[in-house]
């Protein structure tokens, strides 16, 4: 029998790890998870190792049929999860059998949630890494999302001795509002205007919004007298906010690598979860913060994972 | 001491993980030799907490851990290692035959930029088929190269509206640009034609068949020489 049988896949679920890094320069984009937070206590709450590929679930959940015994954690957007009818915490271990029917719900808040399983869900790996790039074709289950009657296998792995549980204290609570940090540039100086545009003004989730991509629309930020319609082209990070000509903003995510717009500014990777867990319709305000302010988040927030599996250990 | 025609360094932030450096202004080939020179000092020895190294065009990518490096570290580091380099030092460069059976159903858009040129398509095949072309940068997916040196009576607009899906393989314009879609994809370039070959086989030992300097000469080639080729390259 296999781990897992999938009876419906949700809205799109997609297995992700950390993402691939090391070939951007052969137009590989890193893929991967869109919150790592979420992704990280996923596989610690079941005991896995930190970089364990997990399933992506997008606004609905799937429905599946274990066929092994395991521990399963569903963490990031509030989805509900049942097994057998019975209603199950998020961010919790829950020790599944053989047979179990799992059931994962409509989105509540967020838009993402992560399920992991004890011992990972086994897929080959593909220039390192387990993520799936859907445009490639590449990682994950064969190289796409989920579908109805996809049997997925799961590594051997020790089932944990005591649960886990996150303190519901600590269960990020994801805004439909959220203030966003962004660093000017690496194309600020393509604006003048439009900078205190973007700090000031509110933009919307518009229905494209993906993996590679979140479009938004509000006050339009136009480009600089003079200035180029667009740059030579070049690689993108996640976060970066592009200004195409209609002067509505994208902020790029995980599935791009190479792009001939002006970014006014870049979301800081802190905050990317954040963005990722809006959905279409949600309003964003942006921050401007410096290069040090944002790297301070980003230790603070290493900090904070280690505490919270410190504390989670000793309860 | 400054090389005599060196521009000075550019960098700009991109976000809390990436710095970006430029080396010049525009499209040009020397800037290009320069951009590589650096990246593959770099890649020898990469300098601690960088993570990925991006050749562009007239730039480098750095993604660094900002819990190791800083973009002041890495600035210094990149400064030095261009001072000692010359445009020679880009390395080594293969020359790779691209066989391309151009126009007919390949080809959707061979009658507009004939058109545009002036040119019969037998004109318009000869001149394609005739550079070297220099691989700039590859991105945008899996393998795609921006290639340098198109014939400027081919230079052709993008089309209007891009297409949902250009097939694997196919061979196109933008402006003064031309490249290959190793993968189907969404595309707004002039399609002339399609190589038979896999560009992108993420299970082959070498996935791809070039890198940016390599140089990249098209071969035309008829219907049946490309169906042959074709069947050989779906058996491997």
Redesign the interface.
Known sequence: MTALRIISPGGYTTIQDRGR????????PVSGVLDAFAFTLANFLVGNPDNTPVMEITVMGPSLEIGKEMDMALTGAQMGISVNGVLMEQWASIRVKPGDLVSIGQVRTGCRAYLAFSGGIRVPE??GSFSTYT????GGFKGRPLQKEDLLETGDASLLIRPRALPPSLVPVYSSEPVIRA?????ADYFDTGLNTLFQCEYTVTVKADRMGYRLQGQPIPIKKGMPKSI?????????IQIPADEQPIILLVEQ??GGYA?IA?????DLPLVAQTTPGDTLRFEAVD?AT??GV??EH?NRINAIKQRIEAL | MEKKGKSPLVC???????L?VEFG???DPVVNARVRAVAAAVKTRPPQGV?????????L?L?YD??TT??EKLIRFIEQADSGLGDEDAGPFRRVDIPVCYGGEFGPDMDTVAKTAGLGIEEVIQRHSAPDYLIY????????P?LGGLDEKLFTPRLKTPRMAVPQGSVGIANNQTGIY??T?PGGWQIIGRTPLTL?A?HREN??LY??GDRIRFIPISPEEYTAIKEKEDRS
Do not use: N
């Not at chain 1, 890094?21 to 590989?28: A, Y």
């Not at chain 1, 870049?266 to 802190?270: C, Y």
């Not at chain 2, 993570?51 to 730039?59: G, L």
């Not at chain 2, 940068?137 to 795609?144: D, R, S």
């Open positions: 890094f090391g070939f951007q320069h052969v137009g590989i593909i220039m445009g490639g074709k590449i660093i000017p540039g690496p194309q030579v082209s070049e690689p993108s990070m996640p976060g970066g690598t190479v970014k870049t979301v800081i990777s802190s290069l944002a790297h980003i230790l290493k | 700009r932030l991109a976000g809390d993980t990436g970006i202004e525009g499209i993570i990925e190294i991006i050749p562009t065009y007239r730039s990518l993604i900002p819990l800083l973009p940068m590859v991105g945008f997916t899996p393998g795609f921006f190793p993968i994809s992108f993420p996935p791809f890198q940016a």
